[in-house]
């Protein structure tokens, strides 16, 4: 059995950070009602749920610090930026009760100084500014949420000759949000003989929409006056019977409604079989009726969700990686036996795996923003600390990242936040002597880029000193005094071991551990890291990263009897090569390739393949951050899916090698680094084990 | 989608900026300087939407639907009057003689662009 006491604690460290996040955002708004409620929200759960498993202490600490947030929410207490900081003294005091049921003396004497500070800060000032202009209550928020309405459409008549057409306005209604649109012959027509440019069409319209009265409105701007349009708002718990839906179309009057509904039975067929009104109409409005229904369950707050253990994902994960295999393995049975209807069997097999996998991919895959959340805190807490006003701006909340990933990837990026903090942005009279304002910002953005995620730091603070980074590289030993780097050469420098250019070792970066480290865990992740900066102006880093570590889309290549995999993300293209069309230059071997020269090495020598070497090669393109390479081989065989298994202990690291997978027939390939095997072509060491 | 909009207006200016907010949003555009003009650019080609001033030299635009509204390839195309707040009188005449979309001077692009979708 799970002990309730830890899940407690995770329902509290979750609490506690929705609390700390609301305090943040209640910092730059304070009256922002949303977030007193969820700040108050999550004391109260805490509160009670501590009660509930032994923290009595925390229950009775949490207990008066809620007492004391009902007067912010009550409006009776202002919210300065004073008792902000009281209360997220509170909350850190809170995580730290949170070890231990039974707190030490130290502790609770702490809790009592701090509910002392609560009840001063309380008696001191009293609401300031009294809540007259009525604060925004928590009704008004709601207002925000989609409405449903249902609108009545019949255009006159003469609609066609007037020069209008039916089909803007629907089309404008559905860009404004869903819409069941039903359209039939208008009631109030029926009995005319047909003429053929008379509009005797009508429609309802169901439409779920975030949009304000006005804004319908608008869309029947210019036929509202000859038109007759009926727009009417359908609560959220408004029941919706095909009987009254029938009222509204005006296909029965409400008397004969109520008469059929005497008779106590499904209102819609009873009506149809009366005569009263045809399939259609019943039809449509079962129609609506299930549109509505839909819409109104949809509005149910919020997407339930449930937590389940990282080890079972990460076993559905495992489980799906054996079934790629499996399926193609079938696949290739299916080819090699040339059975039609196992080959269409390894067909579908194939569609339900990808489905599968993708789905299982995606639970895996977390908004990178609650990383960026925490951020927000700590950049707070060390400008403060180091004196500094600094804002932080972040982009690409939403961009999606396997949780791995993730976790890993916060260390390199509070360590890069620290950096910028301590090095890059300047004290707010520093800056304003240089011209900038005195606030400096920092950015965090997250996106998409060519296939992997790109994660950008950037300050606007004072930059890196080039000088100063060649000559400390020289000082430690890293380059020789003549040597000739380019700018983005000397920038890698200080991702160098060993390398810190901070001339003072400060609390919060520079204890040695550098910029290497960040690069040694990016890299790890199969990411890359680059840093550009102009002196006085800031400094950008840029990571970029693959979505996931547990899936490729590779391309599967051949030299002689063995198998390689490239992932296809890096792959430019593919071309024909004879042996002669490789020029050698100083030891390298270059190919042309639209007009550059682009440096290739032949993958039978960089592992040593034996076997005869075919007259006419195949040479891959793949790009690698900047850099192209290609990579000759001998044969390309194609697009291939496939997990990504880690090497055992003995060959983890070597070169080049990203890990293996297993083969439909059962066999094993390599799959490549490319990143390192440019590297080691750069400097001409490749391995030749 | 794109549309083939005739637009009629005395005014080089406001032909212009007609115009060129019709072709940035991809709209091919056919000018006329007035009702006369405008009615012989009607040659049977397809014209989704016509967008046309009221007060014009030789046939103005209340005259120039009237007319339109007889040609019996284009009676059913939707017309969109520019037109100034003084022109109340106008605009009821307009209507009267089937423009019955209006778009008040001076506009912003934007508006323009909205009025056509709910047009054509």
Redesign the interface.
């Known amino acids: 059995m799970i002990d309730p006491v830890q899940i407690f604690k995770e329902e509290a460290a979750e609490h506690l950070h929705v609390l700390e996040t609301a305090l943040l955002e209640l910092e730059e708004h304070p009256n922002d009602q949303a977030q007193i409620s969820a700040a108050f929200r999550a004391m109260h759960t805490i509160k009670g749920a501590g009660g509930m498993v032994g923290y009595d202490h925390l229950s009775y600490f949490t207990h008066h610090l809620e007492t004391f947030f009902d007067r912010v929410r009550d409006g009776r207490l202002a919210l300065t930026s004073e008792k902000i900081n009281l209360v997220l003294e509170a909350r850190d005091h809170i995580a730290t009760l949170l070890e231990d049921p039974e707190p030490s003396a130290e502790l609770m004497v702490i809790s009592e100084t701090l509910l002392r500070h609560f009840r001063q800060s309380e008696s001191g000032t009293a609401a300031s500014s009294a809540p007259s202009q009525s604060a925004p209550s928590v009704a008004e928020t709601a207002d925000e949420q989609s409405c449903l309405y249902r609108i009545q459409i019949k255009p006159h008549r003469n609609a066609?000759?007037?020069?209008?057409?039916t089909l803007?306005?629907i089309?404008?209604l559905r860009s404004l949000g869903p819409c069941h649109v039903s359209g039939y012959l208008s009631p109030d027509l029926l009995d005319e003989s047909f003429e053929a440019?008379t509009c005797y069409l009508a429609f309802t319209v169901l439409l779920s929409s975030q949009c304000e009265r006005a804004a319908l409105d608008d869309?029947f701007?210019?036929?509202q006056?000859?038109w007759d349009i009926q727009i009417s708002t359908i609560g959220n718990d408004e029941a919706c019977r095909v009987g009254d839906l029938l009222v509204k179309d005006g296909a029965i009057s409400p008397e004969v409604l109520e008469s059929i509904i005497q008779t106590q039975a499904r209102t819609g067929e009873l009506a149809q079989q009366q005569g009263l009104v045809d399939k259609e109409q019943v039809d449509r409005a079962l129609a609506e009726q299930n549109y509505i229904r839909q819409q109104q369950k949809s509005k149910q707050p919020e997407e339930q969700s449930i937590r389940v253990p990282q080890r079972k994902l990460d076993s559905l994960m495992d489980q799906v990686g054996e079934l790629v295999i499996l399926q193609a393995r079938v696949d290739q049975l299916a080819l090699d036996l040339e059975h039609e209807q196992l080959a269409s069997m390894a067909e579908e097999l194939e569609r339900l795996v990808t489905n599968l996998r993708e789905i299982t991919f995606d639970i895996r895959m977390l908004p990178i923003g609650s990383t960026f959340g925490r951020f927000r805190r700590l950049v707070r807490d060390l400008a403060q600390e180091l004196g500094k006003e600094v804002e932080l701006e972040t982009q690409g909340e939403d961009t999606e990242l396997d949780k791995v990933v993730l976790d890993k990837l916060v260390d390199p990026l509070v360590h890069i936040l620290r950096n910028s903090l301590d090095h890059g942005i300047e004290t707010p009279q520093k800056r304003i002597e240089q011209g900038k304002t005195g606030k400096g910002l920092l950015s965090l953005k997250a996106s998409h880029y060519q296939g992997q995620i790109l994660i950008e730091i950037s300050d606007d603070g004072a930059g890196l000193d080039k000088d100063r980074i060649r000559s400390k590289a020289i000082e430690k030993g890293l380059i020789r005094e003549d040597a000739q780097l380019d700018n983005q050469e000397i920038y890698a420098l200080i991702f160098e071991p060993g390398f810190s250019t901070a001339a003072k070792i400060s609390d919060v970066s520079g204890r040695g551990v550098g910029m290497d480290v960040v690069r040694s865990s990016i890299e790890s992740l199969q990411g890359r890291v680059q840093l550009e900066s102009e002196k006085g102006k800031g400094t950008r880093i840029r990571i970029l990263l693959p979505m996931t570590l547990s899936i490729i889309e590779g391309l599967m290549v051949a030299v002689s009897n063995e198998k390689y995999v490239l992932p296809l993300n890096l792959v430019e293209e593919c071309i024909e090569t004879s042996a002669s069309e490789i020029s050698t230059k100083n030891g390298s071997r270059l190919i042309k390739h639209r007009n550059q020269m682009v440096p290739c090495l032949r993958l039978r020598e960089c592992f040593s393949v034996t076997g005869v070497q075919p007259s006419l090669e195949q040479t891959v393109v793949v790009r690698s951050g900047d850099t192209q390479l290609g990579i000759t081989v001998d044969e390309v065989i194609g697009n291939f899916q496939t997990v990504v298994r880690n090497l055992g202990r003995l060959y983890q690291d070597t070169p080049g090698v990203l890990g293996a997978t297993i083969l439909g027939d059962g066999g094993i390939a390599m799959i490549l680094d490319v990143g390192q095997l440019a590297g080691a072509n750069d400097s001409n060491k490749v391995q030749t084990t | 989608m794109s549309k083939t909009i005739l637009v009629v207006d005395d005014s080089p200016s406001i032909r212009q900026v007609v115009g060129l907010t019709l072709r940035a949003a991809g709209h091919q555009v056919v000018e006329a300087v007035d009702g006369k003009d405008a009615l012989t650019k009607l040659d049977g080609r397809k014209i989704h939407l016509i967008v046309s001033d009221v007060n014009m030299p030789n046939m103005d635009g209340i005259s120039f639907v009237k007319e339109v509204k007889k040609l019996p390839d284009y009676c059913y195309t939707p017309i969109l009057m520019l037109t100034t707040e003084s022109e109340e009188s106008k605009k009821a005449a307009g209507r009267e003689a089937g423009a019955k979309a209006w778009l008040l001077k001076p506009f912003k692009p934007e508006m323009l662009l909205s009025a056509i979708t709910k047009l054509a």
Request: a negative charge.
């Open positions: 066609f000759k007037d020069g209008f057409d803007p306005v089309r404008e440019d869309v701007m210019f036929v006056d000859d």
